[in-house]
């Protein structure tokens, strides 16, 4: 009896939970749970994927290239690339700037900070076009000055820049946080005792510590801004071969009954979420190893 107590004793002394011998749930219970998430994810996610690449496919490979490279779905990638370009490095900055300042300070309008970082996810993006409509349009605040100083915001590159920007920036600042506030600030103050200049201590203390958060902010920003429509479609003014974005351009030629043409630029996009998808578990499975590591370097300290 003894011998039988003994083990889970010393696992629990050793910080590890001791091993449940016995499940809860029958194993019908799990096949049931599994079949059902497996058939929505059929249902929901394959079965559209699939069905996208071949409706893009269906004419042939020389008509779904034709459709890619026809001048204004050539314009429409052109723009969503020049949108995602300015608006992901701007968030970028942003969201640094946001996160270190938020776990490393105390200071007056701090959760007014969060709370406005994370306005986009609440406001729907339709809102946000219809502000800057109000904001720069013919008749709104500065549309007057605008026009009398001959600069153009809405039905422009710039405007569709600001919506994406607005609408994307809240994602690399809420990707740093958690993992910031959970590292601490013990490190960048030991480098800063030893003499190390403030932009010193971010470069090699700092960044190292967050670069695949960072990272993983930037992609999901990233798909976020060229898969963009509400705010964009607001502010786009839907000039073919100037103001169009990839989803602008699927939604107009799907209206024109091109349906090859629509879903050879939604394949396009759909890669996209693929791509993505793989980058972002590789980097979640390289956070969850840095952390492992960390609690291994932590555990032999102790």
Request: glycine share 6%; proline share 5%; with cysteine.
């Amino acid at each position: 009896m003894s011998a039988v107590l003994e083990k889970p004793v010393a696992e629990a002394k050793r910080g590890a939970a001791p091993r449940a011998t016995n499940r809860l749930e029958p194993n019908w219970v799990r096949y049931v749970l599994t079949t059902i998430a497996l058939a929505f994810l059929t249902l929901f996610l394959f079965v559209p994927l699939v069905a996208v690449f071949t409706e893009a496919l269906k004419d042939g490979w020389d008509t779904y290239v034709q459709s890619i490279i026809e001048p204004d779905a050539l314009a429409a990638i052109k723009l969503t690339l020049i949108a995602a370009a300015i608006s992901v490095p701007l968030n970028l900055v942003f969201g640094v700037a946001a996160a270190w300042a938020i776990t490393k300070f105390e200071f007056r309008g701090k959760s007014l900070l969060l709370t406005l970082i994370d306005l986009p996810f609440s406001v729907s993006p339709v809102i946000a076009g219809l502000i800057y409509v109000l904001m720069f349009g013919a008749q709104g605040w500065f549309g007057p000055w605008l026009l009398e100083h001959d600069i153009k915001i809405l039905f422009a590159v710039p405007g569709i820049v600001l919506a994406t920007v607005f609408i994307t920036f809240p994602f690399v600042a809420r990707e740093l946080i958690p993992l910031m506030q959970q590292q601490g600030s013990e490190e960048e103050e030991a480098a800063l005792v030893l003499g190390a200049s403030g932009w010193k201590t971010f470069f090699k203390v700092t960044l190292p510590n967050i670069k695949w958060g960072l990272l993983y902010g930037v992609i999901l920003c990233n798909a976020r801004a060229m898969g963009e429509f509400g705010a964009v479609s607001v502010v786009s003014g839907h000039i073919r071969g100037e103001t169009n974005t990839m989803p602008l351009q699927v939604e107009i030629l799907y209206n024109e009954y091109n349906f090859t043409a629509a879903f050879a630029i939604a394949s396009l996009l759909a890669l996209l979420a693929l791509v993505t998808l793989a980058v972002k578990t590789f980097i979640e499975w390289r956070l969850h190893q840095g952390r492992k590591a960390d609690a291994g370097n932590t555990e032999r300290a102790a």
